[in-house]
């Protein structure tokens, strides 16, 4: 069954984050400093290092994997929602390497920014709310 949200009044943000700064932290902190806790994210930017998984839909775990290498972000997507009460932040990252090449992945702690642009496009109404799921594993969006 699918889980449906409504929004019409969005409110933006553009944020540049600090250098040296971990990107999943720094974006929590920015949510909870705004009371931010329903938002689409998006950006781009550079890392001087990243900690990425990729989640295993039959072992139902998460394999994490560490970049140790400057890489570009071609793309940053996420989202903001509320898990347990606490701000949850959602991000995938699609990165070029100094070869040209692309890797992605769920961001994980340990993600260290060299720059980042950032659009906080906040939405204003209800808290989408994170439980966890168990055909998948994972805490997703239920009412
Ligand atoms: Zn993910």
Same mark, same amino acid.
Request: a negative charge.
């Given at each position: 069954?699918?889980?449906?949200?409504?929004?019409?009044?969005? =409110? @933006?943000?553009? &944020?540049? +984050?600090?250098?040296?700064?971990?990107?999943?932290?720094?974006?929590?902190?920015?949510?909870? *400093?705004?009371?931010?806790?329903?938002?689409?994210?998006?950006?781009?930017?550079?890392?001087?290092?990243?900690?990425?998984?990729?989640?295993?839909?039959?072992?139902?775990?998460?394999?994490?994997?560490?970049?140790?290498?400057?890489?570009?972000?071609?793309? =940053? @997507?996420?989202? &903001?929602? +509320?898990?347990?009460?606490?701000?949850?932040?959602?991000?995938?990252?699609?990165?070029?390497? *100094?070869?040209?090449?692309?890797?992605?992945?769920?961001?994980?702690?340990?993600?260290?920014?060299?720059?980042?642009?950032?659009?906080?496009?906040?939405?204003?109404?209800?808290?989408?709310?994170?439980?966890?799921?168990?055909?998948?594993?994972?805490?997703?969006?239920?009412?």
């Amino acid at each position: 069954m699918q889980t449906t949200y409504h929004y019409t009044d969005t =409110l @933006n943000h553009l &944020v540049r +984050l600090p250098k040296d700064s971990d990107l999943l932290q720094t974006i929590k902190n920015v949510c909870e *400093e705004k009371s931010i806790t329903s938002a689409v994210l998006s950006g781009i930017g550079a890392l001087q290092h990243a900690t990425l998984s990729y989640y295993d839909q039959h072992a139902k775990k998460y394999e994490e994997r560490f970049f140790d290498q400057h890489m570009e972000i071609i793309s =940053l @997507n996420g989202n &903001v929602s +509320l898990r347990e009460g606490e701000v949850f932040v959602h991000i995938h990252v699609g990165l070029s390497t *100094e070869t040209f090449e692309m890797i992605g992945g769920h961001v994980m702690p340990d993600t260290k920014v060299f720059a980042c642009e950032l659009h906080i496009a906040e939405l204003k109404g209800e808290n989408p709310v994170r439980k966890y799921d168990d055909a998948t594993g994972l805490y997703l969006w239920e009412k």
